[in-house]
Every structure is written in structure tokens, then in C-alpha cells.
């Protein structure tokens, strides 16, 4: 009989070890955006960000690594520009489409 394994057994996923192509990111980001929620987005740039060093997009960024870190934490709903920089310094870009209905 195989045993039975407890929820808080297991190990925590991050997201952020197979962000490990430009194909990966650019395929995570669409599927996050496709769900209109600001604070998922701001935890799926955190995971971008960690996956690529979160020192080196603080500096290419702009922004210090705490400020980094309080901006893409899960319940963050970071503004516009903060989104934009980071974007900017993972060398991703937001792309907008027609809705269909």
C-alpha cells in the first residue's frame, strides 16, 4: 500500500528554476497576464527576478533589492513604472491583443 503523503510534507515549489530560457519566461508571463491579477503578476516578475538574480535587476532596474523585493512579493499590487522597469531590465516587454470575445 503506497503511503500516504501529507500536504506539508512536501517541498515548497519555486517557480523560479525552470525560468531558464527566454522561451520560458515569455511563455510563464503570457499565461500569468491572461489572468487580470496584478498581484500575480508582481509574484511571477519576483520569480523572473530570482531566477536571473535579483541583485542584477535591482541595479538594471533602478531600484534597491528591498524595494525590489516589497514590489514583487505575491500580495504586492505594484505601480505601472515598477512593472515597466522591471520588464525593462529582464528584457521582457508587455504586448497587447485584441480580446476576443
Given at each position: ?17 525552470h ?5 520560458a ?13 496584478p ?12 531566477a ?24 504586492a ?15 521582457v ?9
Amino acid at each position: 500500500m503506497p503511503r500516504k503523503v501529507k500536504v506539508s510534507e512536501l517541498p515548497d515549489f519555486d517557480f523560479s528554476e525552470h525560468l531558464d530560457s527566454d522561451q520560458a519566461v515569455a511563455e510563464y508571463l503570457t499565461a500569468i497576464l491572461e489572468d487580470n491579477d496584478p498581484a500575480l503578476l508582481a509574484a511571477a516578475l519576483g520569480d523572473i527576478a530570482r531566477a536571473r538574480g535579483m541583485t542584477e535587476i535591482a541595479k538594471a532596474s533602478g531600484l534597491t533589492r528591498e524595494a525590489l523585493y516589497k514590489a514583487l512579493r505575491p500580495d504586492a499590487q505594484p505601480r505601472f513604472d515598477t512593472v515597466a522597469r522591471v520588464c525593462a531590465a529582464l528584457g521582457v516587454k508587455l504586448v497587447a491583443q485584441a480580446a476576443h470575445a
